[in-house]
């Protein structure tokens, strides 16, 4: 029997997407959930198991014992899939226990903590030649007049780790416009028991934001690559990717493989870029160091990166893809980009005729498949629930 394919969280569509992917190709899929709530991509035709385990983060020890009892019980070691980066943290902290009873592409504790920290990225950035826009550390005693000197306003405060961050305050970063907003939302997050840094913001709007999708072999070379052109996200100006078009970037291949190779990077990873609207130079923004929520469009325009990870980590063969990509498809996760449309009317940033023009391309929805409905029904569901419940 081949390996499964254990997918740790259901309740997102990037799990959902790696789901598809590997269901497709007929191979088993598992996934692993703290809960049955709001799991739409447990609803997958191309599931075949769902597993409530404990939490990660409140039950920690009992799921890495839940998985590795799991494992034992296999003809074969699984593959072990992240959705989320609460899920890379936590493979990474008991990465070694893990990494006997599942296999993974990264080959070292502490790497993936590394791309996803933001102090530890910047460092590594500056160690081995990547622009980073200019920050000071929130811990720094002289952030004050570090941030009048070499930032100014308005500059963002953004978290040393997301995840916990996005959880209590439900945004991304902070935007400064003075220095009392600095010592305001400083003292919030130290009171919170959290890290940051405080970022020049590059110039430029939304569609200034890129990004390169990579898988990296054993020995940390690209063997497939795609880039991609945000064009709206949630929340407008700050957010995540809601609709984002595949297009030929060719410029940040060489600076991106460069970089992966140089930190050892192995596996899926996708790093997100702003390009200066001033000078048109690329400025590196943050790594995710899991299957990225452009996971569909990607697949829609010629790779299956969850595949090439499966089959890597399974003894396969990964031929290096000597293709580019330019498609012109664009990823649409149409609930989050209604929402930001109408954010984007109020503000006067987008006209209403502009975006809907927009929408007369060829699209990979985030959820929407007409092959696998139930998901995008279920996903209809909770939404109602939700307004109802708010209602």
């Known amino acids: 029997m081949e390996s499964k394919a254990v997918i740790l969280g259901s309740n997102y569509y990037i799990g959902l997407s790696i789901i598809r992917c590997l269901g497709k190709e007929g191979i088993h899929t598992v996934a692993m959930d703290y809960s049955t709530e709001n799991t739409y991509g447990a609803k997958s035709r191309y599931l075949r198991e769902q597993l409530i385990v404990p939490h990660y983060r409140k039950d920690e020890e009992k799921l890495v014992a839940y998985m590795v009892e799991y494992s034992k019980k296999q003809d074969r070691k699984p593959v072990l899939f992240p959705s989320g980066d609460p899920y890379v943290e936590f493979i990474d902290k008991n990465f070694d226990l893990l990494k006997e009873h599942y296999l993974f592409p990264m080959d070292r504790k502490g790497k993936w903590t590394d791309a996803l920290m933001k102090d530890s990225l910047e460092k590594l950035a500056v160690k081995f030649g990547m622009p980073v826009p200019e920050s000071v550390q929130l811990d720094d005693p002289d952030i004050a007049r570090k ?27 902070f935007l ?7 010592v305001k939302y400083r003292d919030t997050i130290i009171e919170a028991g959290m890290g940051g840094v405080v970022q020049r913001i590059i110039p430029g709007f939304d569609d200034h934001m890129y ?7 054993k020995h940390s070379d690209v063997t497939h690559w795609m880039t991609c052109q945000k064009h709206r996200q949630f929340p ?16 940040l291949h060489e600076m991106s493989r460069k970089f992966f190779k140089d930190i050892g990077y192995r596996g899926f990873g996708e790093i997100e870029y702003k390009k200066d609207s001033k000078t048109g130079k690329f400025y590196l923004i943050e790594i995710n160091a899991r299957t990225t929520n452009l996971n569909s469009l990607l697949y829609k325009a010629g790779v299956n990166f969850p595949l090439l990870a499966y ?23 149409l609930y989050e980009d209604l929402l930001a449309m109408r954010e984007y009317a109020r503000a006067g940033q987008l ?5 809907a023009l927009s929408l007369l391309k060829r699209k990979a929805p985030a959820i929407l498949d007409l092959s696998d409905l139930k998901p995008g ?8 629930g939700k307004v109802k419940k708010r209602g």
């Open 311 to 333: 089959r890597e980590m399974t003894g396969g063969t990964v031929l290096h893809d000597r293709k580019t990509y330019d498609t012109g498809i664009y990823f649409r996760y």
């Open 176 to 182: 400064l416009k003075s220095r009392e907003d600095l």
């Open 236 to 251: 407008i100006n700050f957010g995540a990717s809601v609709y984002t078009e595949q297009r030929l970037v060719p410029e």
């Open 351 to 355: 006209s209403k005729t502009s975006m």
């Open 211 to 217: 990004t390169y999708d990579a898988y990296l072999d």
């Open 147 to 173: 941030v009048d000197e070499l930032i100014g306003y308005p500059c963002i405060l953004k978290p040393t780790e997301s995840t916990q961050f996005v959880a209590k305050f439900r945004v991304k970063n």
């Open 377 to 384: 029904i279920a996903f209809l569901r909770m939404v109602y």
